[in-house]
């Protein structure tokens, strides 16, 4: 496959294609990496609130189900946004990976790219990618980060999950966020946790709520090691296999019109989202009721227009998260569940909740 052709844009291509000329300056990377609702995506939004005011920033956001929720929380900030949905990043053979990097490297005006993962996204292929021999002129791989709520550090599923244990282990940087609501023991946890690391992290630190902990961007990277594979995210062959980690090509590159719904098993876990018209107003509170009832899921993140604005909801079984939100184009939600649902009750409820659904 060869990227979209555009002026300084690299073609991604076949080995032994040509490539437009290397830029004056290499555009720096820093993937951030984190399980499903480690607090990624504010500490992102904290970073960009205190970035300097010339650089120009990029991010790659990378959903795991159909539907994009994470890019909505940037709305209305001096940001490009390039988002991929419908799988990890780290699958599928790396092509939506490299076609997202061409459309941001032939923009020309990038300083900064920050690449977010999904949290079940395996960290090892994404670093395979970035430091492929057709992207050296173009990308040099700054600090990883590595975001963990300490309090996970409780559950054996997680800290016995591969990809968590990869995350942590190609970082450059180890942050505990949501440190406001740690306790003491959950503080020597997390201390012992990263004193039990080697080689040691170039920073490990606390992120307090007045803090963005922007320095970590600054940590020199670690060289380059060789890193276990993992089976779990193995390139898929798509001449064998028509539906790529359980999306099809056609239907990854579709926009999805509203109104949409989709549900399908991914990794183990079952996801699944609608996304509405913006005209679909919701009452307020009784929308909180019920999305408040849909916590026994894994995770559940969206944007409503409610009768008292537009909102942005995030909740796991740890935290909640309720804002206004600056995206007005649609409402949207996503569920990731590790057991399967009942997603029409689901859908009759959510609706149920409409004040009109006029288009």
Not at 228 to 252: F, K, N, T
Not at 329 to 352: G, H, K, M, N, T
């Amino acid at each position: 496959m060869t990227l979209p052709t555009n002026s300084a844009e690299p073609n991604a291509g076949a080995q032994g294609m040509s490539f437009k000329a290397a830029p004056a300056k290499k555009l720096s990377v820093h993937l951030v990496t984190g399980f499903l609702g480690a607090g990624k995506t504010t500490l992102i939004s904290r970073w960009m609130a205190e970035k300097p005011v010339d650089e120009r920033w990029a991010i790659l956001v990378n959903e795991f189900g159909q539907i994009g929720i994470d890019q909505t929380a940037w709305a209305g900030d001096d940001v490009f946004i390039q988002e991929v949905a419908g799988g990890c990043i780290c699958c599928l053979q790396n092509m939506p990976l490299q076609l997202a990097l061409g459309k941001i490297t032939s923009r020309g005006d990038i300083d900064r790219l920050i690449i977010e993962p999904t949290g079940l996204g395996h960290p090892t292929q994404i670093i395979e990618t970035l430091q492929e021999a057709h992207w050296q002129p173009y990308l040099s791989l700054a600090a990883s980060v590595c975001v963990l709520d300490a309090r996970m550090l409780n559950d054996a599923r997680v800290r016995e999950h591969e990809t968590f244990i990869a995350q942590v282990a190609v970082a450059d940087v180890l942050l505990f966020s949501k440190a406001d609501v740690l306790s003491d023991a959950e503080r020597i946890t997390a201390n012992e946790f990263a004193a039990e690391l080697s080689p040691a992290k170039a920073l490990v630190a606390f992120v307090e709520p007045e803090s963005s902990r922007i320095e970590a961007l600054s940590v020199a990277a670690k060289p380059p090691k060789q890193q276990r594979r993992s089976l779990l995210h193995a390139p898929v062959i798509a001449a064998l296999s028509p539906r790529l980690d359980g999306v099809s090509a056609e239907q990854a590159a579709q926009a999805k019109l509203p109104p949409y719904h989709y549900h399908e098993p991914a990794q183990g876990h079952f996801i699944g989202g609608w996304i509405l018209p913006a005209s679909w107003c919701f009452r307020h509170d009784e929308l909180l009721t019920e999305l408040m009832s849909w916590r026994d899921a894994e995770r559940v993140k969206g944007v409503f227009h409610t009768d008292k604005g537009w909102i942005f909801f995030n909740a796991t079984a740890l935290d909640l998260a309720i804002r206004s939100s600056e995206y007005r184009s649609d409402s949207r939600v996503e569920i990731i569940s590790p057991i399967d649902l009942d997603w029409a009750l689901r859908e009759q409820r959510l609706l149920a909740c409409l004040i009109a659904a006029t288009a």
